[in-house]
């Protein structure tokens, strides 16, 4: 298995930064189609894009639009063939921002290359071949 840097790995998160913005911005506009509604519903939805992005797009596709970006996948550690189920994928998703970077500067000392929020996952970040895309 070949496994993604650190700088890899920072650099798919600022894409899915940037797309997640471009999603907020997008809802933006199409709310103002509709006139008035309500900055309850404005916020649910702002709220739903940040905490389900990365877990929805992980147990689906595999990774995020910044893993595809770059080549990356997650995984299953026990079986790299397999994604991970979407409670997984959230739970990582919360360690990851509850640990913020501590969990990424751990990857360096892991032989896997796994964070902090991988391991309790039971994940692994690789890099995919065409072969394994719609794994």
């Known amino acids: 298995m070949n496994y993604p840097s650190l700088l890899n790995r920072i650099k798919a998160t600022v894409a899915d930064s940037f797309v997640m913005v471009l999603l907020i911005v997008l ?3 199409i709310f103002t189609l509709f006139g008035d509604i309500p900055d309850n519903v404005k916020m649910i939805v702002v709220l739903f894009i940040f905490v389900f992005y990365d877990p929805i797009l992980i147990s ?3 990774g995020t639009i910044g893993h595809m970006i770059f080549g990356l996948r997650v995984r299953s550690v026990k079986n790299p063939q397999k994604k991970i189920i979407f409670p997984i994928a959230l739970l990582r ?3 990851k921002g509850l640990l913020g970077w501590i969990s990424l500067l751990t990857i360096t000392g892991d032989e896997k290359k796994r964070a902090i929020h991988d391991m309790a996952a039971n994940s692994v970040v690789v890099f995919y071949t065409k ?3 719609y794994a």
Do not use: N, R
Request: charged share 25%; glycine share 8%.
């Open 93 to 95: 998703f919360i360690l």
């Open 27 to 29: 809802f933006t506009y």
């Open 131 to 133: 072969e394994e895309e």
């Open 60 to 62: 689906l596709l595999g």
